[in-house]
């Protein structure tokens, strides 16, 4: 009898272990079948028949996704040397130097988090038109920097936080001149903690969709923009087949984050 209860105190994480897998992993099988279906229709809970020719239109000149994809990583790329070039002095000052009303610095910050997006992407579209950044790669550009100057100040600041300031006093102490210390013992130690708020700026950089479109539509075209496109039209397995696409570097950087962006410097976020 003991071991039965014992066993039957299993049955509730089991429960719970199954329904997670399921909200993880349901959806994205889901996906998978339906970048490969080639007929798939109620009430059939599987595909009909399986192919692979909506993945050749898709890559196709005219199925526009091999564009779409560069222009993607294009923004993407000038957004990370934009925010990371930003963030860099900004989380050293603000890690290093006795600034006043520091932590007010780092809410304002997040004050483009604060607000629901679309209000605030119809007035930046509104200004922008008026400048004639509106539908110009740099207009998309600024709008991603916006949100990705939150990750990059917040993890630079914890990345310089994290360091020991002996180490500056130290190669201080034996001549090194302020930038010379700041290139070759600050810089190279907040690397890890660098990069990894790289990762994030790019990663949502490259799913960003509303920002993009109300700046950049319809001349500039992304992966998000592909997607809402053709799952709006119905266009269910290239809606799927993109966002497979735009899955593969989210859990590809994802594994890098995890890997440089230490505790020590988790530890250091907001403070």
């Avoid at 909200?23 to 080639?38: D, K, S, V």
């Avoid at 993945?55 to 990371?84: D, E």
């Avoid at 603000?94 to 610095?105: D, E, F, M, V, Y």
């Avoid at 799913?207 to 592909?226: K, R």
């Amino acid at each position: 009898m003991k071991t039965l209860m014992i066993d039957l105190k299993w049955i509730p994480r089991a429960l719970g272990l199954g329904l997670l897998a399921f909200a993880i992993f349901g959806p994205l099988t889901n996906l998978l079948l339906w970048a490969i279906a080639e007929k798939w229709y109620f009430p059939h809970a599987l595909p009909l028949q399986y192919g692979f020719s909506y993945w050749v239109n898709v890559f196709s000149p005219r199925g526009n996704a091999t564009g779409s994809l560069l222009m993607s990583i294009l923004i993407a790329s000038l957004t990370v040397v934009l925010s990371i070039g930003l963030a860099i002095p900004a989380g050293y000052a603000l890690a290093r130097l006795k600034l006043p009303l520091r932590g007010l610095i780092l809410l304002i910050l997040l004050i483009p988090q604060a607000f629901p997006n679309l209000p605030v992407y119809v007035n930046i579209a509104r200004i922008f038109y008026q400048f004639g950044l509106n539908g110009t790669v740099i207009g998309v550009v600024l709008v991603h920097v916006t949100h990705g100057l939150v990750y990059a100040v917040w993890i630079a600041t914890a990345a310089f936080s994290a360091i020991d300031r002996e180490l500056e006093e130290a190669a201080r102490s034996m001549g090194a001149s302020a930038m010379r210390t700041f290139r070759d013992v600050t810089l190279p130690i907040a690397a890890p903690g660098l990069l990894a708020s790289a990762v994030f700026v790019f990663l949502e950089s490259l799913d960003e969709f509303t920002g993009t479109y109300f700046v950049g539509a319809p001349d500039i075209s992304t992966l998000p923009l592909l997607l809402y496109t053709a799952s709006s039209g119905g266009n269910y397995q290239i809606a799927s087949i993109t966002a497979l696409i735009l899955l593969i570097p989210s859990i590809a950087f994802m594994l890098v984050i995890e890997r440089f962006l230490r505790a020590d410097v988790l530890s250091k976020v907001g403070r």
